[in-house]
């Protein structure tokens, strides 16, 4: 039997790249358990939503938006937590620039870094959906299990392509929206509040995964190690826009929602119940 908590949270997910909302069932299992409602801010092509039209392209903000609309129709009487992975990382900062008032805290399970991307080549995208229309017959009887229907279960691999040619693209506008962030102009500069306001602080938690090596390869402590000051250097980032820590798995793989799924779910609750304690003293100092 799971957790149970005096006022509880909505949680809202987002995978990173071709990664559909399945890959958070266990996750949502163990919530739904302790009574606590969630949803999975799903992208085009993943899970049972169509896929792409050719040419649209997911940008940052197109997809930060997305985000963002889940969790305005999510918020409740409780806190409301986004759990990123990996290139949702993105979306996450890009709504902690700009509206900082929709989530109370976010966990960041093994989120990339705009150093991981490589330079955006104009004009990506569209070739990278068509070679993904053209062999997704393929890709579906090699990669996708398919289920009874004769529909693949996750039709992922056209998505799982344009996102990947797109994230490049989303490195890049959210080192500029960093830039406008710290020059006060722009998409960058938070809409929620006015020059003389306060930015609502943002919980969080980062979470590393730090895969096993094999034991004969010579740079897997280099490998560990480089992993580790990424890590760092999101937390240090995080800790900007509110009280944060960072727990890091050895020997787990990317996928920590799957291999580790019980480190998630500890995180949110831990994060819930440190929101609702503030509340309640709040509340408390308000009556007074």
Request: charged share 20%; net charge neutral.
């Amino acid at each position: 039997m799971g957790k149970r908590l005096h006022t509880s949270p909505t949680v809202v997910f987002s995978g990173g790249v071709g990664v559909p909302g399945q890959a958070w069932d266990r996750v949502r299992g163990m919530l739904a358990e302790s009574g606590i409602e969630s949803t999975v801010a799903d992208r085009p092509g993943l899970s049972h939503i169509d896929d792409w039209s050719l040419g649209d392209m997911p940008t940052l903000a197109s997809e930060t938006e997305r985000i963002a609309g889940v969790l305005r129709g999510a918020r409740g009487a409780g806190s409301l937590v986004l759990v990123v992975h990996s290139a949702a990382g993105f979306f996450a900062e890009a709504l902690a620039l700009t509206e900082p008032s929709l989530a109370d805290a976010v966990v960041l399970v093994d989120i990339s870094t705009t150093g991981d991307a490589l330079p955006a080549i104009p004009g990506l995208v569209l070739p990278s959906q068509v070679l993904g229309r053209l062999t997704r017959p393929v890709a579906d009887k090699i990669i996708a299990p398919r289920a009874s229907s004769g529909r693949p279960k996750h039709p992922r691999w056209e998505a799982l392509l344009t996102e990947n040619a797109a994230f490049r693209y989303w490195a890049h506008d959210l080192e500029k929206l960093r830039e406008e962030a710290s020059a006060g102009t722009g998409a960058g500069a938070s809409a929620d509040a006015g020059p003389s306001e306060a930015v609502p602080a943002i919980s969080s938690s980062v979470v590393t995964a730090i895969p096993s090596f094999p034991a004969w390869w010579p740079g897997k402590r280099r490998a560990s190690a480089r992993m580790r000051r990424a890590g760092e250097r999101i937390f240090h980032r995080w800790e900007e826009f509110g009280p944060s820590r960072h727990v890091v798995l050895e020997e787990c793989g990317h996928m920590v929602m799957k291999e580790k799924p019980g480190t998630v779910y500890e995180e949110i609750l831990r994060l819930a119940e440190t929101k609702s304690a503030g509340s309640a003293d709040s509340s408390g100092g308000a009556g007074a």
